[in-house]
């Protein structure tokens, strides 16, 4: 039985300002299904409370607890490791981790800091992991679709640049790391394999759905999404289907396929 | 019977602009002995005329055909596979890159370009992957000795990182490639396995030879050996010695014992 569904945002509610179409009004019609809505975002350039009133903009009505990103995972395991942040991440990402100078140790914080990326700031983040530094990473995507409608390098890559060159592995925090879709799902009392993913990473979203027990993986043709991408990576996804309405279509027909069976039992 | 010797540059034969002490008379004693030497660099930030020139400004005289750098073999890589290149290395090696502008495809070439790594140019670097380009790396170390005397992300993080993004695999044309050590020796008529490689870098320089073939591998403790570097790649180093001037002593030892049982049968 289908009991909860994540959503990813960019390139499935929306593309860079614009929501895809017929987006805003699939949201609704899960909401209206009674099915419990989490939005899991990799995208590490936005604050929360930024991705919350775009949403809101587009006529997406969003509570602070139904969205996980990897900034707010980062945070809780920082507190709860007692470390202290040097941060690689987006400037517009920098204030969420304040309060935290105090921590015993050090810990590299990797997000997709975009422009920042630089030798001199991934040099001495490097040298922190060299000296003994915990490893954070907060997406291991390896690319997105940028504003041009071109991919760009997304902060996978400079993970992947730390982790050959200090020999270290990083905590991943965000996408497709398992932990991350289960804290999604912490408060919904909903079993994971009762739970659907839809996402246009086949990769990260889908394939790390499933990887993480989710029951069912959904992958759109919306956003990053690339003819071929649903056979690259293993588990596949459950369906392809064309965007967020084709798979709320989806959703709502298997919740009735089951209520029916359930009926006729 | 050892009948070649390659020596790797920076972090052996020299630290920066500054002659490692013993090396000069190193070199000097190793040529008394009439044993061909090759000079193999994946220094990828000098162009060849001033590695050369900054050799003879410590008393080494080098003759061009016997230092191999990356560079050298990229060129003629490019011009076998009559490739243009999209470079992303470091400014002053761009000169050794001209007249392959009438190549029929393109090819991204990684090296290390240092503070030219930012995002915009990784990101360029990307999109031609993505768009089919070749996929040359200089070299794949994962860091060198910096002038402040720490430890500086290297070429191969960069290749790592646009390996993982893309997920295309470069052709590695400068140590540890099995195909460079032996580029190295070919005009020498030496087998392999009486070639001897000098290295500071236990992974590239050490482990790399040994794999290619060659029948000894000795490492140095200066440049950017670290303790525990002798344990920590497959194969493990023939020798560890102090520094060039040991190393020497080493092989010119290993010569003499040969050459006696040589007499003795």
Redesign the interface.
């Known amino acids: 039985m289908i009991r909860a569904v994540l959503l990813d945002l960019a390139g499935v509610v929306y593309d860079g300002d614009t929501p895809i179409a017929g987006a805003v009004a699939a949201v609704e019609r899960l909401r209206k299904a009674r099915l419990p809505l989490r939005f899991v975002s990799n995208t590490t350039r936005s604050p929360r409370h930024r991705i919350i009133a775009q949403l809101a903009a587009m006529g997406v009505e969003v509570r602070d607890e139904e969205l996980l990103t990897p900034a707010r995972a980062a945070l809780e395991w920082l507190r709860g490791h007692d470390l202290q942040p040097h941060l690689l991440v987006h400037p517009n990402l920098e204030a969420e981790f304040t309060g935290l100078e105090g921590g015993k140790s050090r810990a590299v914080v990797v997000g997709d800091?975009?422009?920042?990326?630089?030798?001199?700031s991934?040099?001495r983040a490097?040298?922190e992991l060299?000296a003994g530094a915990d490893f954070l990473a907060l997406a291991t995507n390896?690319?997105f679709k940028d504003a041009d409608g071109?991919?760009?390098?997304?902060a996978?890559?400079?993970v992947?640049?730390?982790?050959?060159?200090?020999?270290r592995s990083p905590v991943v925090l965000g996408k497709p790391s398992p932990d991350f879709f289960l804290a999604a799902l912490g408060d919904l009392n909903c079993p994971a394999a009762d739970a659907v993913m839809v996402g246009d990473d086949a990769e990260s979203d889908v394939a790390g759905a499933l990887s993480a027990g989710l029951g069912t993986g959904l992958l759109v043709r919306t956003g990053k999404y690339r003819p071929g991408d649903e056979t690259r990576f293993d588990p596949p996804p459950t369906a392809l289907v064309d965007d967020l309405a084709a798979a709320t279509d989806w959703i709502l027909k298997a919740r009735r396929s089951e209520t029916d069976s359930g009926d006729a039992l």
């Open positions: 800091a975009g422009e920042a990326f630089d030798y001199a991934l040099n490097f040298r060299v390896r690319s071109e991919l760009s390098l997304d996978g890559a400079f992947a640049a730390l982790e050959f060159a200090s020999g």
